[in-house]
C-alpha cells in the first residue's frame, strides 16, 4: 500500500523509517513545510515529495500519517476523512478539547476510519497488564501508580503550544489508566510547580505535575509526571490488587538507581528518550494502522477513546488552576 506522511519533524521522520520498513508498505509520499525536512526524508526512503497537503491526497494514497504540528490536526483529519482516506494521527486530536469535538462532529458518520496515537496500547508491558486486570489475575485493584517522567524538557516553542504538561504529557497515563483497568475516571485532584526551566513557568505552565484520580469502582490511581529527570526516560505503571500485583516498565534499563547495599538492579543503558523506550510499540501501532487500511480490523483507539483521556487531561488542569476537587461531570460537555 502507498502511505502518505504530513509533517517530517522528529516524530514524522520516526515513522517514515517505521513505514519504510514495513512488508505491507510499498511506498511513501510526504510532505512539509520545511522542503529539506522533506527532500531529506525522501532521499533517505526512496519516498515522492508533494508540495501541500492537497497534492499529497490526490497522489493516490491508500492511508494518510499525520505528524504535522498539534493546530493542524483538526484541519488535516478532516481532509484525509474528506478524500475517503484512513488516518492515523498523532495524539491529540487537536489543541483543546473543544476543538476535538468538533472533529468528532465533522467526522463522526463519515466512515472513514480514525485511528489516533495513543503507542503504549501497543506496548507489550502494558498489554500484559491490561490481560492481567481483566483476567481477574490481581483480584480487585486498590490502587494505580503511573509515571512519566522525561530527562529533559521540550524546547520553549512546543510548550507554549501544548496545550499544558496535561494535555501533552500527563494524557498518556490517563489513557493507560483507562486502557488497562478497564474503569472510568469520575474525579481529579492535581498539583503541580516549577523548580527548572523558567520558560514552562513564563508559558503559565507546570514542569513538575502529579494528579489523584478516584476511578468508577473506588480505585485510586496517582500519576506523576516531569519534564526534569535526568537519569532518564521513566515510563512506569504500578497495579496494586487484593490478589497480587504487578509493574510495567521494571526492567534493566529502568531510569533510577537503588539506595539497597548490595543492589544492581537496574544494571542496563537507562531509557533515554521515547522513541528508544518504545521502538517496538510504534512498530506495532503502525502495523496496526496498515490493517486498518487494509479494513482487516478496526480502528484500535478512537477519536471518541482519544477524547476520553482528553477530558481527564481538561479536569486536571481545572484542579491545578482553581487548587480544588473537579467531577468529570463538570468538564464534559458530550
Given at each position: 500500500m502507498r502511505i502518505g506522511i504530513l509533517g517530517l519533524g522528529r516524530i514524522g521522520a520516526f515513522h517514515a523509517e517505521t513505514l519504510s520498513a514495513l512488508d505491507a508498505v510499498t511506498s511513501l509520499v510526504i510532505a512539509d513545510p520545511v522542503a529539506d525536512a522533506a527532500k531529506a526524508a525522501a532521499e533517505r526512503y526512496g519516498a515522492q515529495v508533494a508540495d501541500s497537503p492537497e497534492a499529497l491526497l490526490a497522489a493516490?494514497?491508500?492511508g494518510l500519517v499525520i505528524a504535522a504540528a498539534t493546530d493542524a490536526h483538526p484541519a488535516l483529519i478532516r481532509a484525509g476523512v474528506a478524500a475517503g482516506v484512513p488516518v492515523f494521527c498523532e495524539k491529540p486530536v487537536a489543541r483543546t478539547i473543544a476543538e476535538g469535538v468538533a472533529v468528532l462532529d465533522a467526522v463522526r458518520e463519515s466512515g472513514v476510519p480514525i485511528q489516533i496515537g495513543f503507542n503504549r496500547r501497543f506496548d507489550a508491558g502494558f498489554m500484559a497488564a491490561r490481560g492481567a486486570v481483566r483476567s481477574g489475575e490481581l483480584g480487585r485493584l486498590h490502587t494505580v501508580r503511573s509515571t512519566t517522567l522525561d530527562p529533559a524538557p521540550p524546547p520553549a516553542a512546543y510548550v507554549a503550544a501544548s496545550g499544558g504538561i496535561f494535555r501533552d504529557c500527563s494524557v498518556h497515563d490517563f489513557d493507560m489508566i483507562r486502557w488497562v483497568t478497564g474503569r472510568?475516571?469520575?474525579e481529579v485532584y492535581a498539583v503541580g510547580g516549577n523548580r527548572g526551566a523558567a520558560y514552562i513557568g513564563e508559558a503559565g505552565d507546570a514542569?513538575?505535575?502529579s494528579a489523584v484520580l478516584t476511578l468508577d469502582d473506588g480505585t485510586i490511581a496517582v500519576v506523576s509526571n516531569s519534564r526534569?529527570?535526568?537519569?532518564g526516560h521513566d515510563v512506569r505503571m504500578e497495579l496494586l490488587g487484593f490478589a497480587d500485583s504487578l509493574a510495567v516498565g521494571l526492567d534493566d534499563r529502568l531510569p533510577i538507581r537503588s539506595a539497597e547495599p548490595?543492589?544492581?538492579?537496574p544494571s542496563g543503558t537507562p531509557h533515554h528518550f521515547f522513541m528508544d523506550r518504545f521502538t517496538d510499540a510504534y512498530r506495532a501501532e503502525l502495523t496496526a494502522f496498515t490493517e486498518v487500511v487494509a479494513g482487516?480490523?478496526?480502528s484500535p483507539?478512537?477519536?471518541t477513546e482519544a477524547l476520553e483521556a482528553g477530558w481527564i487531561a481538561e479536569?486536571?488542569?481545572l484542579s491545578l488552576r482553581e487548587h480544588r476537587p473537579v467531577p468529570l461531570t463538570e468538564v464534559r460537555t458530550g
Open positions: 493516490g494514497v491508500d472510568e475516571v469520575t514542569d513538575t505535575a526534569h529527570n535526568a537519569r548490595g543492589v544492581t538492579f482487516a480490523r478496526p483507539c478512537t477519536v479536569a486536571c488542569t
